[in-house]
């Protein structure tokens, strides 16, 4: 059976302890975590504060737990791959074996090069930058993260699935069954509503929250690209808390995750 991992962004204004907290009492098996700052999200930062890491340690250890991955390393113009050091470092005490990263540089090859860099500052922790694909950044669509990964050439690397990613950027279910199995060692996991026209990679915007919904609520063909990746790996549940919808972030935590199953034991 696959392990259930609570993705940060399904309940992004979260701070750490909370956050454990709603996935634990939620039922998920586990989680990911927050350590790097994303672009346009909440961050509440763990490394550097060492009172809030011996806590969120002592919890995990509470629970059994070991970090799954940890988010998110952006790739862009002005990136210094050695500020990554610090949230790193914190992952790999947590346990993380995956750090998400993705694409935003306009300059191919100062990508290539910082994307080798974060590999080689992450293989010595047990850590494995796993690139996801995003339409509205831009390292977009399956064919550019497969050649960041070839022309990068490490052998801690990975791919993080991610549903509307690959729905939205034009790719399919037999793209993904004809990848190594080994660079798919978990996958994120949410439905979600196309705009009129799409797949359309070439006019691609920004990706609203509300297009994603609990899975089997919207129109993605999760059940293909679900038996495309290598079965019983982890997966990463990310629904965006909505707040309109009336619920308290615990309430929402645990109806993302009794969806979840209910689809997942009908797949």
Known sequence: MN????????????????????AAAAGFDGIGLRLNASPGMPFHPVAGNAPLAREVKRRLASLGWKVHDILSFYLEAYTDVAQFAAPLELGA????????????????????????RLCDRAAPLGISPSIEFVPRRLLRNLTQALRLLDEARRPNVSLCVDPLHVTRSGATADDLRRLDPRLIPYVQLCDGILEPGEPDPDGLGRTAPEQ??????????????????????????????DEAAGHTPAQWTKLVAERTRRFLATS
Do not use: H, K, Q
């Open 212 to 241: 994603r919904c609990m899975p089997g609520e919207g129109v993605l063909p999760l059940r293909a690209i679900l038996a495309a990746v290598p079965a019983g790996i982890p997966i990463s549940v990310e629904v965006p808390f």
């Open 93 to 116: 005490e947590l346990g993380a074996r995956y750090a998400l990263t993705i694409g935003d540089d306009p300059d191919w090859s100062r990508m290539r090069d910082n994307f080798g």
């Open 3 to 22: 392990r259930l991992l609570l993705a940060p962004t399904t309940l992004p204004a979260a701070e750490p302890l909370a956050f454990i907290d709603a």
